[in-house]
């Protein structure tokens, strides 16, 4: 389809869900949905309830709207063939949502267009009809609940897309109490820091702040501190910069992270928001960290990065201790990878690779009032700027190898790190979690690395030729998949792994758009187009 075509068809269907004139009124689709779920809503509480998350789930949805329509001419065309077809999916829900709850107010009549429902008299009993009623409305919640979980990463990736007009509306929105408006607001400040340097210091905190001392979590190289001044508690992980890197970069760098961090909100993007820095290379705390309070000798960098965990999330555990040591459903495993991959795609809207992505950086919480499985990414030791210089250094850690990719592996990658390394790294945690088996059963802290036999990799760990082992290694990761994962979780998680692992090859899945624009912006909607929405579409 042709960029013309879908502009027309996009404000076509904006305007088909937000405006509609039935009967000479000027009227809102979603409107109507909720005003016919509304005459019912006193006949039992639990109705009220649900009609309340479906009211902010559509006033969502038209600032979402609100925006595409001011700004749809400044997007990449891969982005707006993304959001068109999405666009397509809100309409064909937001239809069957009316369908359920006209069926079940007028029994066998039907209406063929909004103005039909509207004219269409009748008198119901809520007390009869309240169960289907409260039936109704939860399918569309839900409906309208899947339909934002795929939509809400191609609307946020408009954070990426250089537009003076996207600037200006979000400076006359900045004071607006709208969630996804300000969620898009603190990445668009965050990407703003990365490009022009900010002397705005960081929080930075010291050891005094926490009572008492830490507590290790076990299997990952973060802790767990309580604060002294409120009834709260951190995760604090530590971070130490490479040696080789310039110091004056790497105070930019992890200034750019925290400030980065601290603007995200855990529930959208599934990253716990940084309050905090402890500068363990100074001799003496400083009031602040900026890119001018250097340091005065050559010594190692060091940092410790204090997460505030949010109310209701407790009891952390590193991945790694959970695939040891416990049994998870079907379900928490897709509910984890879903979750992963999102934290990952939003690390990487804020302009930052992570390096290091593997179980042991990998915290899950416990949400305490839904008893659900909560991940966050934390281990952010060698993460850096997606488009800043990079250092061909590694280490030969096998435990860490087998989630590295083959241009990766060494002690001299071949390959500068870019944002598919982590989808690799992402691939491989996935196969770990759909086959919920512990890939490393003993680290090399632990008298040498002991893999999961099933992998069959012992002789490729001991192979004198790095390129032979590491491209042997990948290789087993993908016949793993191929012959393992179906019978576990099925075909799509299969793929789902396959396209990660082989991002980086010339395959059909990951191809390089011929349509000018981002290349970051491109490689988001392939991640959301290869593996979001993939994931999304498992049904257990």
């Known amino acids: 389809m042709d960029p013309f075509s879908i502009t027309v068809g996009v404000l076509g269907i904006i305007d088909l869900c937000l405006r509609f004139k039935p009967d000479n009124r000027f009227d809102r689709y979603g409107k109507v949905l909720i005003k016919t779920y509304s005459d019912y809503q006193n006949a039992e509480t ?25 700004v749809w001419d400044s997007l990449d065309p891969i982005l707006q063939q993304n959001q068109h077809l999405l666009l397509c999916q809100l309409e064909v829900k937001l239809q069957k949502a009316i369908g359920l709850i006209n069926a079940i107010v007028h029994g066998k009549q039907t209406a063929t267009s909004l103005a039909d429902i509207l004219r269409i008299k009748g008198k119901v009993k809520r007390e009869r009809y309240a169960l289907s009623v409260k039936e ?10 899947e339909w ?12 990426q897309v250089a537009s003076d007009e996207i600037d200006r509306y979000l400076r006359n929105k900045k004071n607006d109490d709208n969630s996804p408006v300000q969620g898009l607001i603190a990445l668009r400040k965050s ?3 990365l490009n022009v340097p900010s002397n705005r210091p960081v929080r930075e905190i010291s050891s005094h702040d926490f009572l008492g001392p830490r507590s290790l979590i076990p299997e990952s190289s973060a802790a767990m501190a309580d604060f002294q001044d409120r009834n709260s508690y951190a ?12 110091e004056t970069a790497t105070i930019r760098d992890v200034t750019a992270l925290c400030k980065a961090l601290s603007r995200m909100d855990p529930q959208v993007f599934g990253l ?33 990065l204090a997460f505030e965990v949010p109310l209701g999330l407790s009891k952390p555990k590193s991945l790694r201790d959970l695939l040891k040591h416990q049994q998870a459903s079907l379900n928490l495993r897709l509910d984890i990878s879903r979750q992963l991959a999102m934290s990952v795609f939003y690390l990487h809207i804020t302009g930052f690779v992570h390096k290091n992505l593997r179980p042991e950086n990998i915290l899950v919480f416990e949400q305490e009032a839904s008893m659900s499985k909560v991940p966050c990414l934390v281990g952010f030791e060698k993460f850096r700027l997606a488009d800043s210089s990079t250092f061909l250094v590694g280490d030969s850690l096998k435990e860490r190898e087998i989630y590295r990719h083959p241009s990766r592996q060494g002690n001299d990658p071949e390959q500068k790190y870019v944002m598919q390394h982590d989808i690799y790294s992402l691939g491989v945690c996935l196969l770990e979690i759909g086959l919920w088996k512990s890939f490393v059963q003993q680290s090399e802290f632990q008298g040498g690395f002991l893999p999961l036999a099933e992998l069959e990799i012992d002789e490729l760990l001991v192979e004198s030729n790095n390129r032979k082992s590491a491209l042997g290694i990948k290789k087993r990761m993908m016949v793993v998949a191929e012959e393992q994962l179906p019978m576990h979780m099925g075909d799509k998680l299969t793929q789902v792994v396959s396209k990660c692992l082989g991002c980086l090859d010339d395959t059909e899945f990951w191809n390089e758009s011929d349509d000018e624009g981002s290349e970051d912006v491109n490689i988001g909607v392939q991640f959301i187009e290869n593996v979001l929405l993939q994931l999304q579409e498992i049904v257990i």
């Not at 109705?47 to 600032?63: G, I």
């Not at 109704?136 to 609940?145: Q, T």
């Not at 992980?237 to 310039?246: E, G, K, T, V, W």
Request: hydrophobic share 40%; net charge negative.
């Open 191 to 193: 990407i703003r820091d």
């Open 272 to 304: 716990l928001r940084c309050c905090g820095v402890i500068n363990k290379s100074l001799e003496t705390d400083v009031e602040n960290l900026t890119i001018e309070k250097l340091p005065t000798t050559n010594r190692q960098l060091a940092y410790d």
């Open 148 to 159: 934002h979980y795929l939509f809400d990463p191609s609307w946020y990736l408009i954070a």
């Open 235 to 246: 995760v604090v992980d530590s971070m130490i910069p490479n040696q080789f890197a310039d």
């Open 46 to 70: 639990e109705v009220a309830e649900t009609l309340l998350k479906l009211k902010v789930l559509w006033y969502k949805t038209e600032s979402q709207m609100d925006l595409l329509t001011k």
């Open 136 to 145: 109704s409305l939860d399918r569309s919640v839900a409906d309208f609940s």
